[in-house]
């Protein structure tokens, strides 16, 4: 294990992808899992608080901190039948090079997968482009191993339910209290495809089991450091086909409704505004026969050599009436994919003077069927404040990533994204969604957690104090002790 304390390489590790940035005192390198366990050993010995660390593409906030920042670079993989074991380190694109060669895949690809790591999307519980067929990292989760302070690492899995109250230690307590507690936890769970906020409780006891492996994963590192984890792959289907469709802001919900009907492996909205802010609008421009403000883009998957089948259930549906822009070869959509992904890169480079794109509700997600509502609040909350903004998301889950332009450096600057914050997230309640999709809560949500899940927020306090009771894990991040 090595030891970090050079000013150069602390400073590294002082910033995320969050507004905020946080000197660490040290880091640690971590070769084994004896490695992570003698870490956590040493900084609870002198009262450091840790932060598990991936890549640091983490938005909320969530991947800095002020006492030990904790890395692991191991970063194998062990391909299994409809399972693959890694090591947290491994970047996701990398994972999905090792798993093609078996012609297989684990479909959740964020679009940072070329440099986030496993450790990263199952402490985040992360999402991407295709979740809206196929779920979020933690449907994926199916063992983990899991160092825990003052306890050393043990593996988590799924167990039948009474083995699982008597598992011994901690573990058996866990799942009492989220047994015994399962209807508050499902009157607040939220009806959303896609969640990160607070702990996944309503994925614990699933057929028949506990698996508290679906505990640790979204915890954002707040309970214990994920050493290993034993991820489900199928093989990959063959074939896509790309419907773009442009779309107005009153006819986003209709279209995008028609076409997730239809069952989509991908369903993504995007903001052409940003390629007009950035100058590179002609970039895009192929695609643009209108000032309607948005694109769709609609992947099927799994649609073999002759894809004409799916173009005609198109044709026949609502979704038709679109106009839509059919693209069927591989190198045509890899390009479309490619013009989506870029607005995000582009979008962090947007800034005016001292305004940028503030993160805050940048990952709100609603009920499915209310896309068109989450596009009113939002647009509704920007405009009453005069904010320039851009907005673009995952509209087959509701799952829109908004920013608006904002000052973020002065106490009214910070007073003034807390306040669309509470107006934003007291909206998002009221459609049943969630204050976070797929980023998590960070430091940047953690004070509003509680108030997402009324009647449930004890219990992962209750958890917190379980499996953490000094508070050494990524203090400030997701959930506030009681
Ligand atoms: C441009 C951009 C695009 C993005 N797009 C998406 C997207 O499409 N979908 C999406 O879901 N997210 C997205 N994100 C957010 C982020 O990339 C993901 O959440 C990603 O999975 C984080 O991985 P990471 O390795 O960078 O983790 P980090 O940022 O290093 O850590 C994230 C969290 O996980 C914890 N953690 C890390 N490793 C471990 C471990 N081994 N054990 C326990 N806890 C650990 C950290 O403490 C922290 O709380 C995006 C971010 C950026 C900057």
């Not at 979740?131 to 063992?143: A, L, W």
């Amino acid at each position: 294990m090595k030891k970090l304390t050079d000013a150069a390489a602390l400073l590294e590790l002082s910033r995320d992808a969050g507004l905020a940035s946080i000197l660490p005192r040290v880091a640690y390198r971590a070769d084994t899992e004896e490695d992570v366990a003698a870490a956590l050993g040493e900084a609870a010995g002198e009262g450091l608080p840790v932060t598990p660390r991936g890549a640091g593409t983490g938005i909320p906030t969530q991947s800095v901190g002020r006492g030990a920042i904790l890395l692991q670079d191991r970063a194998a993989a062990e391909v299994r039948s409809g399972q693959v074991v890694c090591e947290p380190g491994i970047v996701k694109a990398e994972l999905n090079r090792v798993l093609a060669g078996s012609g297989a895949w684990m479909p959740v690809d964020p679009s940072s997968y070329a440099s986030c790591t496993v450790g990263g999307m199952v402490a985040n519980n992360s999402s991407g482009v295709r979740t809206v067929k196929y779920g979020s990292t933690v449907d994926y989760v199916e063992g983990l191993r899991v160092a825990v302070v003052g306890e050393g690492v043990s593996a988590k899995a799924a167990v039948p339910v009474g083995e699982g109250v008597s598992l011994p230690g901690k573990d058996g307590r866990a799942v009492s209290l989220i047994l015994e507690n399962r209807r508050l936890i499902s009157e607040d769970e939220r009806k959303v495809t896609k969640n990160s906020s607070g702990y996944r409780l309503e994925k614990v006891i699933h057929d028949g089991k506990a698996d508290l492996s679906k505990l640790f994963a979204g915890s954002e590192g707040t309970l214990g450091v994920v050493t290993q984890a034993a991820l489900r792959t199928s093989p990959k289907p063959e074939g896509r086909l790309l419907f773009v469709v442009e779309a107005s802001i009153e006819g986003l919900g209709g279209a995008a409704s028609a076409f997730r009907g239809l069952g989509p492996s991908a369903l993504e909205l995007v903001d052409k505004s940003v390629f007009r802010v950035m100058g590179k609008w002609d970039r895009i421009s192929k695609y643009s026969r209108s000032e309607d403000p948005y694109l769709i883009f609609c992947e099927f998957d799994g649609v073999g050599d002759d894809p004409s089948s799916r173009v005609e259930e198109v044709a026949e549906s609502r979704a038709a009436s679109f106009d839509p822009m059919v693209l069927s070869s591989g190198s045509e959509i890899a390009q479309a994919w490619d013009a989506r992904n870029e607005t995000l890169t582009l979008a962090q480079d947007i800034r005016k003077g001292s305004k940028v794109l503030v993160p805050g509700v940048e990952d709100l997600v609603a009920p499915p069927e209310r896309l068109g509502d989450l596009v009113r609040l939002l647009v509704g909350e920007f405009e009453k404040r005069g904010l320039e903004y851009i907005m673009y998301g995952h509209a087959g889950d509701a799952n829109l990533h908004a920013r608006p332009l904002m000052d973020p450096s002065g106490p009214e600057g910070r007073r003034a994204i807390e306040g669309l914050m509470e107006d934003c997230f007291e909206g998002v309640w009221r459609l049943g969604g969630s204050i976070t999709g797929e980023h998590g809560d960070g430091m940047l949500r953690a004070k509003f957690v509680e108030r997402q899940y009324p009647k449930s927020y004890w219990i992962m306090q209750e958890l917190k104090q379980l499996y953490d009771p000094r508070g050494l894990l990524n203090p400030g991040v997701k959930v506030v002790s009681a």
